[in-house]
């Protein structure tokens, strides 16, 4: 019989890790681009800890109950596995967007950004404004 999740709570517990530190991802989220040329990524986690790259600096926020939990509903109503990647539509001061869910990944730009991610990008964004 087979345990996945054992071997990757296994995993790292072997690298000194502890078992409480196996990734809980809810959303990755990355940003580029734009007239600064922003480079941005934020990992969310189900327990509202994030982890912040921005431009190559990392920093850990924690996200608000109430964001996360509007966060998730937003998510929720979502059919990740619908939508498409389109990157072709865009100019060069456009933001390009590559966004993980569930298993799903959908690249876009601000030309070709599906309109059922506008709200999810809209509060991501609000989450990296707060960020410093």
Request: aromatic share 4%.
């Amino acid at each position: 019989m087979r345990f996945p999740g054992t071997l990757l709570v296994l995993l790292g517990l072997g690298c000194g890790g502890t078992a409480s530190q196996v990734s809980t991802a809810l959303i990755e989220y990355q940003r580029s681009g734009g007239i600064r040329g922003t480079d941005d990524r934020l990992v969310v986690n189900s327990d509202g800890t994030a982890a912040l790259t921005r431009n190559g600096r990392g920093s850990t926020i924690t996200v608000d109950s109430g964001v996360m939990n509007r966060l998730r509903r937003r998510l929720g109503g979502i059919d990740f596995g619908n939508l498409r990647s389109d990157t072709a539509r865009g100019g060069g001061d456009m933001y390009q967007y590559v966004i993980k869910y569930q298993g799903h990944t959908v690249r876009a730009n601000d030309a070709s950004l599906p309109p059922a991610l506008h709200p999810v990008i809209e509060l991501l964004d609000r989450i990296l404004s707060r960020a410093r």
